[in-house]
């Protein structure tokens, strides 16, 4: 079946742009993660969203970053007035949620590489 | 809160070298443990995982024990290859409002030279 995906997978914008990033999870997964990953670093924590339940926005660097996440599928990364340390790898995974317990598995999809000039 | 850490790298090693890279986490509870692996230019995958105390997980090679008494999750492996080259990330899924969440590790790099 089709994995986790992501658009654009590459995006240049200039500084002070807003750019939109999307996140297809997998079919019938309900938990789903935005994470940053700046170049040869680790995994950087955006926000999480779980069902209906108000999402985890505890990771999110600023007010520029917003996130939704509409009929529990396809999820939006917002970037508003995009600053040069917003270039970064902006990667998403979906899991089971609830339904999978605590040993579930984490999909991650492809990434959008994110260059603000 | 819950947290994962893991060893800096990077590790370099020859080809046949043992592998260990270390992982400890702090968790109320009892969490499931996991490794990741991000080979270049490929997205992150599971590699392989636990979800009780004292179960190994394996995969490729690779294994891992939940040691509870220690709050550990060492990745091992006996003979690393070049093919081995990645970045391994460490994580945990523990009961959070609402569901479960899964918290990484800062990863480690892994360059294994011929």
């Known amino acids: 079946g089709a994995g986790v995906s992501q658009s654009p997978s590459n995006k240049v914008t200039e500084k002070g742009k807003d750019v939109e990033l999307r996140c297809d999870p997998i079919?019938?997964?309900?938990?789903l993660y935005w994470y940053r990953q700046s170049l040869g670093q680790g995994l950087e924590f955006l926000i999480y969203?779980?069902?209906?339940?108000?999402?985890?926005k505890s990771g999110l660097p600023s007010d520029r970053f917003s996130a939704e996440r509409t009929g529990g599928s396809v999820s939006t990364l917002t970037i508003q007035r995009t600053q040069q340390e917003d270039s970064a790898v902006y990667l998403c995974?979906?899991?089971?949620?609830?339904?999978?317990?605590?040993?579930?598995?984490?999909?991650f999809g492809p990434g959008t590489r994110l260059l603000v000039l | 809160g819950n947290s994962v850490t893991q060893m800096e790298g990077p590790v370099t090693l020859s080809e046949e070298a043992f592998l260990t890279i270390n992982c400890t986490y702090t968790?109320?509870?009892?969490?499931?443990l996991f490794w990741y692996v991000q080979y270049p230019g490929e997205g992150l995958q599971l590699l392989l995982k636990?979800?009780?105390?004292?179960d190994k997980g394996s995969n490729k090679g690779f294994e891992a024990t939940y040691r509870k008494e220690t709050t550990s999750f060492h990745l091992e492996k006996g003979s690393v290859q070049v093919s081995d080259s990645a970045v391994y990330f460490c994580?945990?899924?523990?009961?959070?409002?609402?569901?479960?969440?899964?918290?990484f590790g800062a990863g480690t790099r892994l360059f294994v030279k011929a």
């Open positions: 968790a109320t509870g009892y969490p499931s």
């Open positions: 994580a945990l899924s523990a009961p959070y409002t609402g569901g479960f969440k899964t918290i």
């Open positions: 079919s019938g997964h309900t938990a």
């Open positions: 995974a979906s899991s089971l949620g609830l339904a999978g317990g605590m040993s579930q598995t984490q999909y």
């Open positions: 636990a979800t009780k105390a004292d």
């Open positions: 969203f779980q069902g209906n339940s108000a999402p985890d």
